[in-house]
């Protein structure tokens, strides 16, 4: 065994127990332990970590920690995801959130009973960023990008993740079902006519379907508080600014 010291930021203290919180402490660790072994064993996933000084230089994931070995770890700063990159996989816990994701016109992966190595799977063979209230299930090896959703509320965690990825430019507002992630297409309204509520029949002239679940779409009062919400996770807040 050798013996290393770990300092966190306290950005990361959601992950530390409350006793190695805010100071510098010491730990043993196997010989063959690399920084990210020993990091993910104290609790905190990788896909949470920025960079990582050792002995005062910076320092890979990878590297083997000597005895007397001393490790700063940052918390990984937001960043702006390319269009092409911003797609993700929820786990079965935060249905909301991907629906919110699918609404805004983010390609998200979801079933109520999706589990950890389906979420893997998405993020190891689908180039996807998994989404997860679960500390262990970002810690699995097929996890190259993912984040922790800290928020409980759907809205606020769709403002996390917005800030966390630098959505709001990429953003297509309306064009993914909700149910099915499928792309949405506009359609005739003599085609839907039949399954219109009377008062949409009568007041609405403008409709999106979706070819797989063959949902009708327009713009009610859910619509203009779905566009409000929108609204206002993309709009600059002044920590952003």
């Known amino acids: ?71 700063h770890v940052t918390a990984v700063a937001p960043l702006v995801l390319a269009s092409a990159d911003a797609r993700f996989v929820a786990d079965a816990h935060l249905g909301g959130l991907a629906r919110f994701l699918r609404m805004a016109g983010f ?13 893997e799977a998405g993020a190891r063979d689908d180039g996807r960023v ?5 500390r262990e299930l970002l810690k699995r090896r097929g996890v190259l990008r993912g984040a ?26 309306f064009t993914l079902c909700l149910t099915c992630n499928a792309p949405l297409r506009t359609v005739a309204k003599a085609q839907v006519e039949a399954q219109l509520p009377p008062s949409v029949r009568a007041s609405h002239a ?25 609204d206002g996770v993309a709009a600059p807040t002044p920590s952003a600014c």
């Not at 390609?107 to 979420?119: E, K, L, P, Q, R």
């Not at 998994?130 to 679960?134: C, F, P, Q, S, Y």
């Not at 979706?210 to 929108?230: I, K, T």
Request: charged share 25%.
């Open 148 to 173: 922790y959703v800290r928020a409980l509320k759907p809205e606020h965690q769709l403002q996390e993740v917005f800030l966390r990825f630098g959505l709001a430019a990429s953003m297509r507002p």
């Open 206 to 230: 403008h409709f999106l379907t979706c070819d797989v679940c063959r949902g009708v779409f327009w713009q009610g009062s859910h619509w203009r508080r779905m566009r409000a919400l929108l």
């Open 107 to 119: 390609d998200t992966i979801y079933d109520n009973a999706i589990d950890d190595a389906a979420v």
């Open 1 to 71: 065994m050798v013996t290393a010291t770990f300092r966190f930021d306290t950005t990361l203290d959601t992950f530390l127990p409350r006793e190695r919180r805010g100071h510098t402490f010491a730990v043993p660790c196997a010989r063959a332990a690399t920084v990210k072994h020993m990091v993910e064993a104290l609790g905190v996933p990788h896909t949470e970590v920025g960079p990582v000084t050792l002995d005062g230089r910076p320092a890979p994931l990878d590297e083997l920690l000597a005895d007397g070995a001393s490790v």
């Open 130 to 134: 998994a989404l997860t209230r679960d």
